[in-house]
């Protein structure tokens, strides 16, 4: 995932900054990562676990937002 402004938020959703020279060759084979997105931008990534989710369970962006309504 490519960001500009947005690297603190990705990293408190599990996130993390990677060296661009680090992206798999499909990714900088892409047009976002070749062109459209600046050579500044923040290259994430994250590890995703298989399996299911707990019923009722929230997504960490729920909690951050809710963090963010009482501001």
């Given at each position: 995932?490519?960001?500009?402004?947005?690297?603190?938020w990705f990293t408190a959703l599990a996130y993390t900054?990677?060296?661009?020279?680090?992206?798999?060759?499909?990714?900088?084979?892409?047009?976002?990562?070749?062109?459209?997105?600046?050579?500044?931008?923040?290259?994430?990534?994250?590890?995703?676990?298989?399996?299911?989710?707990?019923?009722?369970?929230?997504?960490?962006?729920?909690?951050?937002?809710?963090?963010?309504?009482?501001?």
């Amino acid at each position: 995932m490519l960001t500009t402004t947005a690297e603190a938020w990705f990293t408190a959703l599990a996130y993390t900054a990677i060296a661009r020279q680090q992206a798999p060759e499909a990714i900088r084979a892409t047009r976002q990562f070749s062109t459209l997105c600046p050579s500044t931008s923040a290259l994430m990534s994250k590890t995703v676990a298989t399996g299911t989710v707990a019923s009722g369970a929230q997504l960490p962006s729920a909690e951050i937002a809710k963090s963010n309504e009482s501001r």
